[in-house]
């Protein structure tokens, strides 16, 4: 079974993500903060995939991504938000994938799928 990282500030947001991917056979677990996911990380590294919102207070999801390519080289990471500005950063090139935020699932799911056949 597959485990992923759901790190995002909006607790609505992560209860959604949590539940859909759950339903389908993961297991997930989340983190409201980058601090939290770099805690979680380095205690346990047995993520094959970790979704990062990128607008978060303290350290967003680029700066966390960075820091994540830089700990755990091999870790997949998937980079979520409502703003498709991002994609054309250059931070952005830290993630394996980039997902613009929607109620359909669809997307996220198929990035999730995909990334776990690489």
């Known amino acids: ?32 903060c980058a601090k ?8 346990d590294q047995n993520f094959d995939i970790i979704s990062l919102d990128i607008e978060m207070p303290e350290m967003n999801g680029l700066e966390l991504a960075a820091e994540i390519r830089k700990k755990y080289p091999n870790k997949k990471i998937i980079l979520m938000t409502a703003y498709s500005h991002y994609k054309s950063d250059m931070a952005s090139w830290a993630a ?23």
């Not at 759901?6 to 983190?31: H, P, Q, W």
């Not at 997902?99 to 690489?118: C, M, P, Y």
């Open 1 to 32: 079974m597959a485990r992923i990282l759901i790190v995002d500030d909006e607790d609505n947001i992560r209860l959604l993500l949590k539940e859909e991917l759950e339903d389908i056979g993961y297991e997930v677990i989340e983190a409201n």
């Open 36 to 43: 939290k996911a770099l805690e979680i990380l380095s205690k």
């Open 96 to 118: 394996d994938a980039y997902v613009v935020k929607s109620l359909d699932l669809t997307e996220f799911k198929d990035t999730i799928n995909r990334l776990l056949q690489i």
